[in-house]
């Protein structure tokens, strides 16, 4: 069985240009799970789908971030514009309900914005 | 105040040393308790789950819930150089009906061959 999958690994942009994250969940979970996780620090979540429905985005900064997950999904999370402080790694995950406590990570997106 | 500590480290034992791994939180309503390990430039791999208070044991790996002192552990027995990674803490507590997950900043650890 194929685990989470992201693209691209790496991304390096400038500040002021847009980025986007692309993630594909296990077959058959309907939770997904889009965190930061800034140097030295545990993933913060951003937001959380439960199959197409947003139901927690309250982390997430609106006035740059926005994601989505059509068809309950693959999901993809973008910012636009992008600062210096986005640089992290961006990780997805799912469970295969809601609240399972068996969440299967992505091997992230690391983001550096110069 | 954090809702979870976790001291990041880094930690280093010799191959064969028990390691000893732990948070404390300060939310009584976190009801789930989880332990993930991180390689580096991976994503998290879920170690071990725990609902209630006590032991439970996988292998070389003993996760530990004291709920009245707020304090969980994750103990490594005969340790390997590739358990050198960072171990994050994990609790979740529901909100409005749903889930909600927080981590610690892990910690890294060295096994040393």
């Known amino acids: 069985e194929a685990g989470v999958v992201q693209s691209p690994r790496y991304k390096i942009i400038e500040k002021k240009q847009p980025v986007a994250f692309w993630c594909n969940p296990i077959?058959?979970?309907?939770?997904l799970y889009w965190y930061r996780q800034n140097l030295g620090q545990g993933p913060e979540l951003l937001i959380r789908?439960?199959?197409?429905?947003?139901?927690?985005d309250s982390q997430l900064p609106k006035d740059r971030f926005s994601a989505e997950r059509l068809k309950g999904v693959d999901s993809t999370l973008k910012i636009q514009p992008a600062e210096l402080g986005d640089s992290a790694v961006y990780l997805c995950?799912?469970?295969?309900?809601?609240?399972?406590?068996?969440?299967?990570f992505g091997q992230g997106t690391r983001l550096t914005v110069v | 105040q954090k809702e979870v500590e976790q001291d990041p480290g880094p930690l280093s034992v010799p191959e064969g040393a028990i390691v000893s791994l732990n948070c404390t939180y300060s939310?009584?309503?976190?009801?789930?308790f989880m332990w993930y390990r991180q390689y580096s430039r991976k994503g998290p791999e879920l170690l071990m789950y725990?609902?209630?208070?006590g032991n439970k044991e996988d292998g070389r790996f003993t996760a530990q819930v004291d709920k009245s002192s707020k304090y969980i552990s994750l103990f490594i027995r005969d340790s390997q150089p590739s358990d050198s990674a960072t171990y994050l803490c994990?609790?979740?507590?529901?909100?409005?009906?749903?889930?909600?997950?927080?981590f610690g900043t892990g910690t890294r650890l060295k096994v040393l061959a």
């Open positions: 995950a799912s469970t295969p309900r809601e609240g399972g406590t068996e969440a299967f």
């Open positions: 077959s058959g979970h309907n939770t």
């Open positions: 789908y439960e199959n197409e429905e947003a139901v927690d």
């Open positions: 939310n009584s309503a976190f009801q789930y």
């Open positions: 725990t609902y209630s208070s």
């Open positions: 994990a609790m979740a507590r529901t909100t409005s009906g749903t889930y909600k997950y927080i």
